[in-house]
């Protein structure tokens, strides 16, 4: 029988400096294996008199399961979020506590990235929207008029430290609303990294009957009109199973570009409370702050149109023919 010495393996001969992949096992430490790095020169491991065995390691490739992201995947500012998505799923929290006492709370929402289809949310939550406002505003003025702060912040699961940084803000100033004068306005701003920039303002122009909001740049000039029929079960009605508002995006031409549509939550929670889900699908051309702004006229018609305290689209000619009456 052959002893140890003389036995021939893989790489038993070899010149020492030929870089090779495997484990060192040395008489020295009997079964010891020792990770040998490919590339790595085999001299500086192997010692004269000393008989090296080499195997094989293979490469075993984990793939990432659906859902999952890098541990350190580089940081992504908050208009490069919305640039490499194609829509947004705006989800409002159920307030409890306004259910039961009926007293209106400051709203919360949820930004997702919307699903494939079209409809549903996709993934975990992008941004948080917290609304800041007085109570006796929120309890005693009509929803075009009251005035209220929202901060946008991002959420990352994966990286704490970034978790409730800052991304935009906006503030909608105290308007004493009548007819076509002191319309409601939303301004946005970008406060990301310490930035306080304007991206553009939100209008809510006069209507009679009709939804209508404008979006305008930083420079004032005009961008897009989101625009929606008053003739709709989700306007009329807004009862707990007719919800649904389908609303049209519409460039400076007055071509529609994209969509835009109330979607219905549980039937459950708008038997207590109104609950306003929005899927908003964004323009092919447009920049991330324009994107941004189409979220902050999002958040505008909520507020105006569905908030529990506003008597809808519908009613606005009623509220013209009692204002001409007292006047």
């Known amino acids: 029988m052959q002893s140890n010495s003389d036995m021939v393996f893989p790489g038993n001969g070899m010149p020492s400096n030929q870089p090779q992949q495997g484990f060192q096992v040395t008489n020295q430490q009997p079964n010891a294996m020792i990770p040998v790095q490919q590339g790595f020169p085999q001299q500086q491991f192997v010692q004269p008199g000393v008989n090296v065995m080499y195997m094989p390691v293979p490469t075993v490739q984990v793939p990432l399961l659906q859902g999952m992201v890098p541990m350190f995947q580089p940081r992504m500012l908050g208009l490069d979020k919305l640039t490499s998505i194609h829509g947004v799923y705006i989800k409002q929290k159920f307030m409890k506590l306004q259910a039961i006492t009926g007293c209106t709370q400051q709203h919360r929402h949820f930004i997702y990235a919307l699903g494939n289809d079209g409809k549903q949310r996709k993934g975990s939550k992008m941004f948080k929207c917290k609304e800041d406002s007085g109570c006796c505003m929120r309890q005693c003025c009509s929803p075009g008029c009251r005035s209220w702060n929202m901060d946008v912040t ?22 004493c609303t009548f007819l076509c004068c002191a319309r409601p306005e939303l301004i946005v701003s970008l406060v990301e990294g310490g930035e306080n920039v ?7 122009p006069f209507q009679c009957c009709d939804l209508k909001v404008e979006i305008y740049d930083a420079s004032d000039a005009h961008k897009y009109t989101i625009a929606g029929t008053c003739c709709q079960c989700g306007v009329v009605c807004q009862g707990p199973c007719c919800q649904e508002v389908d609303l049209a995006i519409l460039d400076t031409s007055g071509q529609q570009v994209a969509t835009m549509k109330r979607v219905r939550a549980s039937v459950l929670q708008n038997m207590v409370e109104t609950v306003a889900n929005f899927t908003v699908h964004f323009p092919k051309d447009s920049t991330g702050a324009d994107r941004a702004l189409l979220i902050a006229a999002t958040l505008m018609i909520d507020y105006i149109y569905f908030d529990k305290k506003s008597k ?16």
């Open 154 to 175: 991002h959420k990352d699961y994966y990286d704490p430290a970034f978790d409730s940084a800052s991304f935009l803000k906006f503030e909608r100033p105290f308007k």
């Open 198 to 204: 304007k991206l553009g303002k939100v209008v809510n």
């Open 312 to 327: 809808g689209a519908v009613n606005e000619a009623n509220d013209v023919g009692n204002a001409i009456d007292r006047m």
